[in-house]
Nanobody, 114 residues
Framework: QVQLVESGGGLVQAGGSLRLSCAASGSISSINVMGWYRQAPGKQRELVAR???????NYGDSMKGRFTISRDSAKNTVYLQMTSLKPEDTSVYYC????????WGQGTQVTVFS
């Protein structure tokens, strides 16, 4: 069993910042990819950011320049620093860990108000 514990979501004014964290624990050997997706009501789940074990990161188009993903491999933890937040960033953010298969977190709500 693998457990993902997400934290850091919340309510923030437009232009503000939030930092999400996701810690993986349990029967997990080597993690290839860690990342974040998001899904707003009535919309498809979309990539926010992913980072490989080698540190290579890629971002969704609307997040580039505003979001930064990082990971602490020793702690099996991935972080998402979000800045210049916009109301359209309002969504449920899901952590993903790929280690042989995909593992998903339960999601954390981010709400940006103008």
């Amino acid at each position: 069993q693998v457990q993902l514990v997400e934290s850091g979501g919340g309510l923030v004014q437009a232009g503000g910042s939030l930092r999400l964290s996701c810690a993986a624990s349990g029967s997990i050997s080597s993690i290839n990819v860690m990342g974040w997706y998001r899904q707003a009501p009535g919309k498809q789940r979309e990539l926010v950011a992913r980072i490989t074990s080698g540190g290579s990161a890629n971002y969704g188009d609307s997040m580039k320049g505003r979001f930064t993903i990082s990971r602490d491999s020793a702690k099996n933890t991935v972080y998402l620093q979000m800045t210049s937040l916009k109301p359209e960033d309002t969504s449920v953010y899901y952590c993903i860990v790929i280690s042989g298969r995909d593992y998903w977190g339960q999601g954390t709500q981010v709400t940006v108000f103008s």
